[in-house]
């Protein structure tokens, strides 16, 4: 078990190391943790978990745009595309580096990612799914990347019966019940969806450490 928990130490250093030195790549995904002031934030990290000790509320997808990175991601306001430098100012900050991990597909995998920008690119402008809710033409940030790296049109990213439930407690968090109240819509409990923390999980990513400050 020792010798177990030393591999697994040297492996996060390994990690950590790496993403001091990362070279970012469009189609690279990145999930951000935010700071911890907010009930919503709260909510959504309180119902899953996340790769390691990570905390992650929200993902988004790295593109190019006039020869500059970008981040494409699904946010209150819609979807949309944010300069790298903001998408890592609004994240929670340890010892001034933004928490925020860089992963990208595994090689299987990448022939998606060209299709997935060129959909995502014409998603822009969508509304933010409010209901997370599949197929109502609306996008929470993990639901656009499900929606849009496909292949073989399937989603890379399988959907999993989603849980609105405190994953401590298993009582469904306040928030949430006020929150579907005042839309008028019963809690989507287990329909399928997906969320960022079980996403940053995925054995279908290389996890590249953490994006240093732009």
């Not at 990290?45 to 390691?52: G, I, M, Q």
């Not at 306001?77 to 010892?95: E, I, N, Y």
């Not at 439930?165 to 579907?180: N, R």
């Amino acid at each position: 078990m020792r010798t177990l928990a030393v591999a697994w130490l040297i492996c996060l250093a390994a990690v950590a190391a790496w993403g001091k030195g990362i070279k970012l790549r469009s189609g690279d995904l990145l999930f951000k943790e935010y700071p911890a002031d907010s009930a919503f934030t709260d909510a959504v990290v309180a119902a899953t978990h996340s790769l390691d000790q990570y905390r992650f509320s929200h993902v988004g997808v790295l593109m190019e745009r006039d020869g500059r990175l970008v981040v494409a991601e699904a946010v209150f306001s819609g979807v949309k595309v944010t300069p790298l430098d903001s998408f890592l100012l609004t994240a929670r900050h340890k010892d001034r580096q933004p928490v925020v991990m860089a992963a990208r597909l595994r090689k299987p995998f990448r022939k998606a990612i060209k299709p997935a920008l060129e959909r995502i690119a014409g998603l822009v402008g969508k509304p933010y799914d409010r209901e997370f809710l599949p197929g109502n033409d609306a996008y929470y940030c993990s639901e656009l990347i499900e929606a849009t790296f496909l292949i073989n049109g399937k989603p890379i990213f399988e959907a999993q019966p989603m849980t609105f439930k405190d994953k401590d407690t298993g009582e469904t968090s306040p928030l949430w019940v006020s929150y579907f109240e005042e839309l008028g819509r019963p809690i989507p409990e287990g329909v399928p969806g997906t969320n960022p923390g079980a996403m940053s999980r995925s054995p279908l990513l290389q996890p590249l450490g953490l994006v240093p400050p732009q």
